[in-house]
T-cell receptor, first 108, second 113 residues
């Protein structure tokens, strides 16, 4: 079992839909990251959080430390949101431990 | 714009050869981490350097080695390349400390034939 599990692996949505991506982890963490990766490889950090909830534009990230679970929500999805969304937790060496990612495709 | 750059963008090598990948960290960042991302997978931690010393390593063999320079740029060296080394190699820079955000470079796509 991977230390970081994401679901779903693939997600197709219509423009305007509300999207939720889930992340569960099995290790103790100091922080959890949500990242976005576009075709070609570049990774952009969306959120870093250790408790509660953060919001940036149409993106919302929540974390429940007791349940070791985090969610990334996208409101009013748009085709430009199409990307791979990756959850990662910080390991004991300061490195990031990544999930396999959720490939999101938003259709116009 | 994160300020982290990597070179080259793409690289094709033959099995058994050696390769050096380079990363220029974001200004002021003294910690660099390297990750390997196979197709369809999440990135895997290779190692981390802090102030020119390796201070963390993932489950990669010794033929994966690195350097960090006084200006905090870094190199990833891979000897005796194997077909399974074909992947996207990402570096990420950050300030030291467990809670600091990591900034990723665009990656180097390595193909081993």
């Amino acid at each position: 079992k991977n230390e970081v599990e994401q679901s779903p692996q693939n997600l197709t949505a219509q423009e305007g839909e509300f999207i939720t991506i889930n992340c569960s982890y099995s290790v103790g963490i100091s922080a959890l990251h949500w990242l976005q990766q576009h075709p070609g490889g570049g990774i952009v950090s969306l959120f870093m959080l250790s408790s509660g909830k953060k919001k940036h534009g149409r993106l919302i990230a929540t974390i429940n430390i007791q349940e070791k679970h985090s969610s990334l929500h996208i409101t009013a999805s748009h085709p430009r949101d199409s990307a791979v969304y990756i959850c990662a937790v910080r390991g004991s060496q300061g490195n990031l431990i990544f999930g396999k990612g959720t490939k999101l495709s938003v259709k116009p | 714009e994160t300020g982290v750059t990597q070179s080259p963008t793409h690289l094709i090598k033959t099995r058994g050869q050696q390769v050096t990948l380079r990363c220029s960290s974001q200004s002021g960042h003294n910690t660099v981490s390297w990750y390997q991302q196979a197709l369809g997978q999440g990135p895997q931690f290779i190692f981390q350097y802090y102030r020119e010393e390796e201070n963390g390593r993932g489950n990669f063999p010794p033929r994966f080695s690195g350097l960090q320079f006084p200006n905090y740029s870094s190199e990833l060296n891979v000897n005796a390349l194997e077909l399974d080394d074909s992947a996207l190699y990402l570096c990420a820079s950050s300030l030291a400390g467990g809670s600091y955000e990591q900034y990723f470079g665009p990656g180097t796509r390595l193909t081993v034939t």
